[in-house]
């Protein structure tokens, strides 16, 4: 009986496996990739991709030639003699160290210059935004504009933009994998990293912290939008302005006017005239939802364990709501410009929640339901979120019991809020 020898049947399971890793790699939509030429950061990053695997290249190739020759040369043949023995060889010795320092010197030259240059001066007229890290949110803020926001950073294409990369706790790492980066944010340091998105368009795109900060470290994403200079500035304006409580009635325009230059023409009744549809209340640009890309619709599922009446949200009072949210512990960590109760600074600013797209991080999306169960149990949704957890009976993982009617909200009170700030815009 003959019997097939292990490294046999090894090689006939490999090469399928080989075939399908390589065939794997040569196709598909990729929209996180660092090597999108979005930017010329990431420009820079691709050639210095190409030459080291150049370079890299080409010391495999004689690597392999040299090793594959000494074999062939040199394999043991019947009746040969003992091989030469030899302490070294100096010449050689030296060729094998020097040839890799110099091409290590190929490619360390243009990428410590590629450091330099993106950490520093950025071009005069760049938007600057100051990025800070938090276990586990982003917060953003636009000295330029006097704007704070959190989890979502807009930023105008084909203009370069400057981050300020700060820290509040931990080392976090900023990256926009499409965009550019990364780079890390350090205690005690405010390191710097600019890039101007000039093949864009209008797009989404994620981002995340890339070092390891803590239980949340891979919850700890934002999204990032380029848009043109026009919907930069009328998103900047209205993020500006404090939050109005309640939203401002639509504007009924006049009526037209009836046109009187035609002399002898008919003319029409006043009364008659129908005037144009109410304005609705102006609440700045948005990105379109519908342009939003599914690798940036959030999928997370919520927890099997934890309840919340959904059907409460459908009949929700902001007004409720806000009295509530007001009374609440929510002021002691959130602000909202407009609201003379909440003045918060340790969580994320919801002047202007209900326009942002996701929540939590971008965990989660931005919609009545979510919003309803992160308040209710943050922690449950998000582990390792430093959120008071508020639904009444949900057990508080930082004080060890379930939360009481004292600083707890029901179902209802928690819908109420929700639908108050539902109308942020």
């Given at each position: 009986m003959t019997r097939k020898s292990p490294p046999r049947q090894l090689a006939r399971i490999a090469w399928p496996a080989m075939l399908l890793l390589a065939s794997a790699a040569c196709g598909g939509n990729y929209p996180n990739s660092t090597f999108l030429p979005n930017t010329e950061f990431n420009r820079d990053v691709t050639s210095l991709w190409n030459?080291?695997?150049?370079?890299?290249?080409?010391?495999?190739?004689?690597?392999?030639?040299?090793?594959?020759?000494?074999?062939?040369?040199?394999?043991?043949?019947?009746?040969?003699?003992?091989?030469?023995?030899?302490?070294?060889n100096t010449a050689m010795e030296i060729t094998w160290t020097v040839l890799p320092l110099f091409i290590l010197a190929i490619i360390a030259v243009p990428t410590v210059r590629n450091i330099w240059k993106y950490q520093g001066e950025a071009p005069a007229d760049a938007l600057q935004v100051q990025v800070i890290g938090h276990q586990w949110w982003w917060e953003f803020r636009y000295p330029q504009y006097k704007i704070t926001t959190a989890n979502e950073l807009y930023i105008q294409a084909n203009r370069a933009v400057r981050f300020e990369l700060q820290t509040v706790d931990v080392i976090h790492s900023f990256w926009i994998p499409a965009l550019g980066g990364k780079r890390d944010l350090v205690n005690n340091r405010t390191n710097i990293l600019w890039f101007t998105p000039d093949s864009t368009g209008e797009?989404?795109?994620?981002?995340?912290?890339?070092?390891?900060?803590?239980?949340?470290?891979?919850?700890?994403?934002?999204?990032?939008?380029?848009?043109?200079?026009?919907?930069?500035?009328?998103?900047?304006?209205?993020?500006?302005?404090?939050?109005?409580?309640?939203?401002?009635?639509?504007?009924?325009?006049?009526?037209?006017?009836?046109?009187?230059?035609?002399?002898?023409?008919?003319?029409?009744?006043?009364?008659?005239?129908?005037?144009?549809?109410?304005?609705?209340?102006?609440?700045?640009?948005?990105?379109?939802?519908?342009?939003?890309?599914?690798?940036?619709?959030?999928?997370?599922?919520?927890?099997?364990?934890?309840?919340?009446?959904?059907?409460?949200?459908?009949?929700?009072?902001?007004?409720?709501?806000?009295?509530?949210?007001?009374?609440?512990?929510?002021?002691?960590?959130?602000?909202?410009?407009g609201n003379p109760s909440s003045m918060g600074i340790l969580g994320p600013d919801l002047t202007h929640i209900a326009s942002r797209h996701t929540i939590a991080a971008g965990l989660f999306p931005n919609d009545a339901k979510h919003m309803a169960y992160w308040i209710k149990n943050a922690v449950t949704m998000k582990p390792g979120a430093k959120m008071q957890v508020f639904g009444i009976g949900e057990m508080d993982a930082v004080m060890k019991r379930p939360m009481t009617t004292q600083g707890g909200l029901t179902d209802e009170q928690i819908a109420d809020v929700v639908a108050y700030l539902r109308t942020l815009k």
């Open positions: 030459t080291m695997l150049l370079w890299g290249t080409v010391v495999f190739v004689i690597v392999e030639v040299i090793l594959i020759a000494a074999i062939v040369r040199y394999r043991r043949r019947p009746n040969s003699p003992e091989p030469e023995q030899v302490h070294g797009q989404g795109f994620i981002g995340s912290c890339n070092e390891y900060c803590g239980s949340s470290h891979a919850n700890m994403r934002f999204r990032a939008y380029t848009v043109n200079a026009a919907n930069f500035e009328s998103w900047a304006k209205h993020q500006a302005a404090n939050a109005v409580y309640p939203p401002p009635a639509p504007v009924v325009p006049a009526a037209a006017a009836v046109p009187t230059s035609n002399i002898g023409a008919a003319t029409q009744d006043p009364a008659t005239v129908t005037p144009p549809a109410p304005a609705a209340p102006s609440t700045g640009y948005e990105f379109p939802r519908e342009q939003l890309g599914a690798h940036l619709v959030p999928g997370t599922p919520l927890p099997a364990s934890l309840k919340f009446n959904e059907a409460l949200l459908a009949n929700a009072s902001a007004e409720r709501g806000l009295q509530t949210y007001s009374r609440s512990a929510c002021i002691g960590c959130h602000k909202i410009r």
